[in-house]
């Protein structure tokens, strides 16, 4: 601290220079400012003129896509004429011949069989031969597709001197392709379309096939012979939706490109040159003024530089220490906070085979030395205290944090003299470049409590799952033990019944035997209805709790027998439903055992509904039991899944369940069950409740 102090005092000194810095470094923004804004405000109207150039790109786009559209539609009515259906040939080459005189874009319209043989063409007379098809490619994809295909550029046809495009349209009739009808497409009405898009003076444009063949262009509209391609082109298309290329015209011209696909062209594509000179010339004169400034600002930032150097050696001496002293504290807290977790830290060098750890990490391992103070032990005198099945899990675990460099974890249980048996988790991440990581440091942690609770809530999830199951088979034996006798009694009394009416017998015999098939039949519907009400307890929707349990005890208290005395307060306030199931399973199980365990003469009950508790109390007078033990006087298991299964529900609902019980002297269930308050208007499937 004494070093911080003096820096300190040094302050005077530090100001002065630091003045004069600012100085210096004032005047660079004044040269640099206008020069750059001057820039920004060039680079703006270039943006601006790219930004035209697509404007304008799409407008010629659109303009392009809208002529072939209606081309393609125009012809598509044309493969529709009656006379195709007819097969009437001559009617429609005169209908063909009328439509190529009225479309501009039109030269020719041929008609040609699937099989390569053309059927006609308007430039020859009606049954005059004709020559092979052109531009396969575009026929083979009609075939294969049978929906309009554009092609690309054809090739030079001597006969008419000139090169078309071919628009090919599917004939189609009762689901079989007939014909393919080809439009030859003038190239140069295309460029008249492209030259009245309205690109500004100077610009270029140009129309590209799908094989980059060139199909029309501006400002000249002579075309390219043969296959030939523009590097330009090639590049652009090859460069997809990349709209940022510079490149050189025909005549000449430095121009940056941008392109767009035609929709409904099949790979056809427009492309619009914007002149450079004409997007640089401002960029160009603002630069110039931006680099004498720049070159000033360098000059003064050089000045400013060195006297802001020594300016900076001193403040990083000052924030090393700082860093230090911070450094110093960040790792009293870490102790502390590791301390209050109760975390053992180590260290596994494992090129050395060696452990490093603190005192928590060796108590917690049982280690030999931890009363001699040693804080360094081999891997294999570590290894020894786990148990070996899972020492092979501690060498994969090791092994993932070497290769991995990311933090992982392993438990393993470890014996003791002291505790016995119980469970450690270790993490832990090996730092450095993956071929060099030889160390890992990590944490300990005793995770016992969690073991032991994970495991008994496993062992009480598969003893939940036994009892479903013994459920089901008590509710399987019912049904066929009661419900399915009486079935069958009915069945055959029906069946006796039958035989007497057709024999003739005396009727009063016959309404006999109908009155005792109806006592079968209401002791069905008893049997049907107690298993339903064992399943679902459909009482609580129809009459709410209290008259529920009332019900339920009444019908228990007159099969086995055994008085009961049930008290209810609060019935007027409404209960939502889940608590009020949870009520009912809990006065069911109880009953349950007190007829299975308790062999007692009298049950005594109470439900009290409060504010924002539920109060449940059953007590019998049976033969009780020591809850801390685990055999009942009757030989059953106290913590059984009955018992268990109540605070299991009661648990869910964050309620809380006691018992009090002594052998000879009875039990008693105490549960109490929170209840939210109700906030205005409540759902009535869950709490609008009769009593």
Not at 264 to 271: I, M, P, R
Not at 426 to 434: I, K, L, V
Not at 616 to 636: K, S, W, Y
Request: glycine share 10%.
């Amino acid at each position: 601290m004494n070093v911080v102090e003096r820096f300190s005092k040094g302050g005077g000194k530090q100001a002065v220079w630091l003045f004069i810095a600012l100085a210096l470094s004032a005047a660079i923004p004044v040269l640099l400012l206008g020069g750059w804004m001057a820039y920004i405000t060039a680079d703006r109207e270039r943006s601006y003129a790219r930004q035209v150039a697509t404007e304008a790109l799409t407008q010629v786009a659109h303009r392009i896509e809208g002529e072939i559209s209606r081309e393609m539609l125009v012809a598509k009515t044309l493969a529709n004429s009656t006379a195709l259906d007819r097969g009437n040939l001559n009617d429609f080459y005169q209908e063909a011949t009328r439509l190529v005189a009225d479309r501009p874009l039109w030269e020719t319209a041929s008609l040609t069989k699937p099989d390569l043989e053309q059927v006609l063409n308007v430039l020859r007379p009606l049954g005059d031969p004709l020559g092979p098809v052109t531009d396969m490619d575009s026929f083979n994809a009609v075939l294969r597709a049978r929906k309009p295909v554009l092609g690309g550029l054809g090739a030079y046809q001597p006969a008419i001197g000139k090169r078309l495009v071919a628009l090919r349209i599917p004939v189609i009739r009762d689901g079989e392709l007939r014909y393919v009808l080809t439009i030859g497409l003038l190239p140069d009405q295309i460029s008249t379309i492209l030259g009245e898009a309205g690109l500004p003076a100077g610009w270029a444009g140009t129309v590209v096939d799908a094989k980059e063949r060139i199909v029309a262009r501006t400002p000249d509209n002579e075309l390219a012979s043969g296959d030939a391609k523009t590097p330009a082109v090639q590049e652009a298309i090859a460069r997809g939706k990349s709209n940022s290329l510079r490149t050189k015209t025909s005549e000449g011209l430095d121009v940056e490109t941008v392109h767009r696909a035609l929709a409904g062209t099949d790979g056809w594509s427009v492309h619009v040159g914007v002149p450079v000179s004409e997007l640089n010339a401002p960029v160009s004169r603002s630069l110039r003024l931006l680099i004498g400034g720049t070159t000033a600002s360098l000059a003064l930032a050089l000045a400013l530089g060195l006297v802001i150097a020594r300016e900076i050696a001193q403040r990083r001496h000052l924030e090393a220490l700082r860093s230090a002293a911070a450094l110093l504290d960040s790792e009293k807290r870490g102790a502390l906070a590791i301390d209050a977790a109760e975390l053992g830290t180590w260290r596994w060098d494992l090129a050395a085979n060696e452990f490093n750890g603190c005192n928590r990490f060796c108590m917690l391992l049982g280690l030999p030395g931890a009363a001699s103070g040693a804080t360094k032990w081999s891997a294999d005198e570590v290894f020894a205290l786990v148990e070996s099945s899972y020492r092979s899990a501690l060498s994969s675990f090791a092994t993932t944090c070497l290769e991995s460099g990311k933090s992982s974890s392993v438990e393993f249980p470890i014996r003791t003299q002291n505790r016995g048996e119980y469970w450690l988790r270790a993490a832990g991440r090996a730092e450095g470049q993956s071929n060099h990581r030889r160390v890992i440091h990590g944490v300990l942690a005793d995770i016992d409590v969690l073991k032991r609770a994970e495991t008994e809530r496993s062992h009480l999830l598969r003893r939940l799952a036994s009892a479903q199951e013994e459920e089901q088979r008590r509710i399987s034996r019912e049904l066929h033990d009661q419900v399915g006798q009486t079935v069958t009694g009915l069945s055959l009394g029906l069946k006796a019944l039958e035989q007497g009416l057709a024999q003739g017998k005396d009727l009063s015999v016959a309404g006999e035997q109908v009155r005792w098939l109806q006592e079968l039949a209401i002791q069905i519907g008893r049997d049907i209805h107690r298993s339903a009400s064992d399943l679902r307890p459909t009482a609580i929707d129809d009459l709410g709790l209290f008259k529920a349990i009332g019900a339920y005890v009444a019908e228990w208290q007159e099969r086995y027998d055994i008085d009961v005395d049930m008290q209810t307060f609060g019935q007027d306030n409404p209960l939502p439903l889940d608590a009020a199931v949870v009520l009912y399973r809990i006065v069911q199980e109880g009953l349950t055992n007190v007829l299975k365990h308790a062999h007692a003469s009298k049950v005594s009950i109470i439900l009290e509904r409060k504010l924002e508790v539920f109060v449940l109390v059953l007590e019998d007078d049976g033969v009780g039991f020591d809850p801390d033990d685990r055999v009942r006087p009757d030989g059953g298991e106290v913590s059984g899944l009955g018992l268990s299964g109540m605070r299991e529900r009661v648990a869910l609902l964050g309620g809380t369940i006691a018992v009090e019980s002594a052998p000879g002297r009875g039990s008693t269930i105490f549960v109490n069950i929170p209840l939210e308050e109700p906030d205005g208007e409540t759902d009535d499937t869950h709490s609008h409740q009769p009593g």
